[in-house]
């Protein structure tokens, strides 16, 4: 099964859903259904894109046709989604990138932004918004009036020491035809580089989110940007340790992602893999009242001074929830829940996690595996949490575990994908609401 055989899989619905589980990565296939929208490449050639959009917890996909394209290295990507609009990063031969709005409706389109690449004072132009390790730094707003205009916004980091904090705003307005670029600087203290992905937080205001440290804040449609940060909570202590340890290595979206709902307010979803920390016993001659010489081996010069290892206990996982809205000044705790907790109710859960355990009795806690890539829901359910696993690094099928964390429930286990990846972090899944404006065949 492909992955666009598996979006469209399933219960045939009326109507498109609410939200979905984009895979930001395009599958190249020549696919057309109603979604399908054409338009030419800046280098002349012909070029398709069409959704397969699936109720989450199945993934949803989308595919790209060109005979232009750049095979494997630099793979077409959606970098953003807002509404009825995504806009599509597509390599090309040549060292060519080419950007496209793509719009959702009753007659989709697709727009080469050919016009904004070629501009002199586009940041399109130097790779400003070239995405680096899962980067993404630009966002999209439908301008009011007529429904074809709209603003992109990108935002340039200077990574000097000296100018930490620094960044530059450009932005994009299609009934001006023209950029904009000003200056934004929060402060040394506040510096949120690197940043990996913008949410759009309702009044012309747009997020730059730094998944560790916070939320750069800028209104894109007015006068001024009024910068400002919104810190996020405190990594969970495992994954505190595990970012000490590695550092750039370890990836944030893997553990952690931000999402603004159909309400507004912002969540913060975090899966930590809970270590428990202890020394290892070490011998104690003050428990026994005769020592034979047969007890006591000579230390080797490497002995002396040794102190008793570190030793870490596998607790299994956990998934915490937080919200406020953009205006507030705090982080409510929505949940906790430990996977200890969950209970799985539904007996053909027990055959998939058997699947998953390649023939295996066992329950939530033995899959632990690979759970990684947290996502929350943007529409009202908001106590399903999903989470992506593959039991282990070698395996070929891909699944989400669909968790109700009210209830503390195993709501479903469903296999998504069953083409070969390394691992997790090398797809990233975004929560947005594109389907809802999609016809349906």
């Known amino acids: 099964m492909s992955r666009y055989d598996a979006a469209s899989g399933g219960a045939r619905r009326v109507g498109p859903p609410a939200w979905i589980l984009l895979d930001t990565e395009a599958v190249i296939a020549d696919r057309r259904n109603a979604t399908t929208a054409s338009s030419c490449t800046s280098t002349g050639a012909a070029i398709q894109v069409t959704f397969f959009a699936a109720d989450p917890p199945r993934d949803s996909s989308f595919c790209v046709h060109c005979d232009d394209l750049l095979q494997g290295y630099s793979p077409s990507s959606i970098l953003y989604s807002h509404g009825d ?3 599509l990063r597509v390599a090309l031969w040549r060292q060519t990138t080419d950007y496209f709005l793509y719009r959702a409706g009753r007659q989709p389109s697709l727009r080469l932004l050919g016009d904004i690449h070629g501009s002199p004072d586009s ?6 918004i070239k995405p680096s390790n899962g980067e993404a730094l630009v966002g999209i707003l439908p301008l009011a009036g007529d429904g074809d205009h709209f603003l992109l916004a990108c935002l340039k980091s200077f990574c000097l020491y000296e100018e930490e904090g620094l960044y530059e705003l450009h932005v994009f307005r299609s009934d001006r035809d023209a950029w904009t670029s000003t200056p934004v600087r929060l402060g040394r203290e506040v510096s949120l580089d690197p940043l990996t992905k913008v949410i759009a937080l309702g009044g012309g205001e747009l997020g730059w989110v730094n998944l560790r440290k916070g939320i750069l804040v800028c209104d894109v449609l007015g006068e001024t940007p009024k910068p ?3 810190p996020l909570p405190k990594l969970l202590p495992t994954n505190r340790f595990y970012l000490w340890r590695q550092q750039e290595r370890c990836w944030p979206r893997e553990y952690r992602d931000v999402v603004v709902c159909a309400d507004g307010s912002i969540r913060c979803v975090e899966l930590e893999h809970q270590l428990s920390r202890a020394l290892a016993e070490m011998p104690d001659v003050s428990s026994s009242d005769v020592l034979h010489d047969t007890d006591l081996p000579m230390e080797t010069y490497s002995d002396h001074g040794r102190v008793a290892p570190v030793l870490y206990k596998y607790l299994g996982w956990r998934v915490i929830v937080w919200r406020r809205t953009a205006s507030s000044t705090c982080w409510h705790k929505e949940r906790l ?15 998939l996690l058997r699947e998953m355990l390649g023939g295996e009795d066992g329950d939530l806690v033995k899959v632990s595996g690979e759970m990684n890539v947290p996502c929350l829901s943007i529409d009202g359910d908001g106590d399903v949490v999903y989470i992506m696993s593959k039991v282990n690094d070698t395996d070929t099928k891909t699944w989400v575990v669909a968790v109700d964390m009210g209830r503390k429930t195993l709501l479903k286990v469903v296999p998504v994908s069953v083409e070969q990846r390394c691992s997790l972090v090398k797809s990233d899944y975004l929560s947005c609401g ?3 404006y999609m016809e349906t065949d």
Request: aromatic share 0%; charged share 15%.
């Open 123 to 128: 940041p399109l132009s130097s790779s400003r």
């Open 434 to 436: 594109l389907s809802s």
């Open 337 to 351: 829940v430990h996977v200890n907790d969950i209970v799985a109710n539904d007996p053909g859960h027990t055959n």
């Open 228 to 230: 400002r940060a919104i």
């Open 85 to 87: 609009v995504a806009l």
